[in-house]
């Protein structure tokens, strides 16, 4: 798994690519922990470029967004497709994140 963070006029864009999953996950919730310390609560996961998620990487994203949420922000997922949207659809993290279907729809709502 690749990650990559950018700022975004107020936001923080992250961009995960490959595989989230027990192996994985982990790292990103360090990650995205270190983040919202440093003052980054307002972010944008987009998984464009994620090819697989487990139960493991849904994990990983619901304790960043109760910690991000917690400072205040929010945690936004954007560009779900194939397996990935199959998956958030099927375990209803479709409803318990905020889901766009661009990085722009996603950078554009209030």
Not at 25 to 36: H, R, V
Not at 58 to 74: D, E, I, N, P, T
Not at 79 to 93: E, T
């Amino acid at each position: 798994m690749k990650v990559d963070m950018n700022r975004h006029g107020g936001w923080s864009v992250i961009k995960i690519e490959g595989r989230m999953d027990t192996i994985s996950a982990p790292d990103f919730e360090k990650q995205a922990q270190d983040w919202i310390g440093q003052g980054e609560h307002r972010m944008v996961v987009d998984l464009s470029d994620l090819e697989y998620i487990s139960s493991a990487g849904l994990r990983a994203l619901l304790v960043a967004a109760k910690a991000a949420k917690a400072s205040g922000g929010q945690l936004r997922c954007c560009s779900l497709k194939g397996v990935v949207k199959k998956v958030f659809d099927v375990s209803g993290f479709s409803s318990m994140l905020p889901v766009y279907e661009s990085l722009d729809a996603a950078l554009s709502r209030q």
